[in-house]
């Protein structure tokens, strides 16, 4: 099993059908229980930090971990849990956190910025906490029969899974990663700052997650559109859709010094609206949303990947100001691309 673990690292045993007893084993203490909230901070001989489990309704449950581990924690997944079928949308604000499932057969790394729905018929796995990376994220952790009752009869990839897996059919782990919103942002702002207390709280916290919800589906769809091949569901005549995929190869080839939008709508024979209405159908967004977008997830590359720099990265990028590269990487990943540096280095 590669981890990339220390030979000093941490085991811990979770299981959610007792994820009370499981911390108690693991040396975390209980520190809050209320009816609907339970906070639990971890042993000074292993970190710093806690995790707070909120019972928003029957089957639906919202968790926030915020925790610094002093040495590398590896967190096993109880296989009793298999038959405890649940959906887990994941939101990392700063971090980063790796997840195995399926015997080793996937794994997922989730970073900062990022988000993701999980949900396999087969629950036995492990994650990786490292040491001195700080892990600040909220989770939502529902049934899927709960899920399926907010779609009513709304035909939907995730729909059509779910109710496989409610009919006790064999179907592989599902696994889908995104980068979050601004508006998520926002939102996960105002669930961790929430000051409400009692039933005020949790009406509070449950408008809020399932806005999260719908944040997160909505993206879902608009990214489903980019990858149809079907032209006649995204009204765009598949003579146009070559043209928009070339105009698509011209930017990511060109991400420190792309064309401006007269080359690129002379190139593809369009105005300019007409561009941007067609690249939307196709990848789900406006050319410069996309320019934008790529050149972002360039950059996190070069940082955590090569470690580039701020300063090279925005160059390399084909940001001119590194102050509005800073502001734009910050406000579409959670975290300055200075911290994103610094926490790469300390890794």
Known sequence: MATGLSETHRTWEFSLRDCTDCFEKNGLCLIESGVNECRWSYPRSVGRGGITR?????????????????????????????????????????????????????????RAGEHYFFFGNVYSGHGVMKQGVRLFAVTLIMTPELLLSYFNNEGTEIQGLLKG????????????????????????????????????????????????????????????????????????????????????????????????????AAAAGMSHPKLNRCFRQVYGMTVFQYLRQERLKKARMLIEDQGRTVTETAYLVGYSSLSHFSKAYKHHYGISPGTEFRSRKTA
């Open 54 to 110: 909120f019972l928003l309704r029957e089957g639906f449950e919202l968790w926030i971990t915020d925790c610094l581990p002093d040495q590398d924690i590896l967190c096993n997944q109880s296989a009793e849990d298999s038959s405890v079928a649940r959906v887990h949308l994941g939101f990392c604000l700063e971090g980063s956190y790796t997840g195995t499932w399926e015997k080793g057969c996937n794994q997922h790394i989730l």
């Open 165 to 264: 897996i409610t009919q006790q059919c064999s179907v592989p782990a599902f696994f889908r990663l995104e980068s979050m919103t601004a508006e998520m942002h926002q939102t996960l702002r105002e669930i961790i700052e929430c000051s409400y207390s009692g039933a005020s709280r949790r009406l509070f916290l449950e408008s809020r997650c399932l806005e999260l919800m719908a944040y997160q589906f909505q993206q879902f769809d608009g990214s489903k559109v980019a990858v149809s091949k079907d032209h006649s569901r995204s009204g765009i005549h598949p003579s146009e859709k070559l043209r928009i995929e070339r105009i698509c190869r011209m930017l990511l080839d060109n991400l420190d010094a792309p064309p401006n939008l007269d080359e690129l």
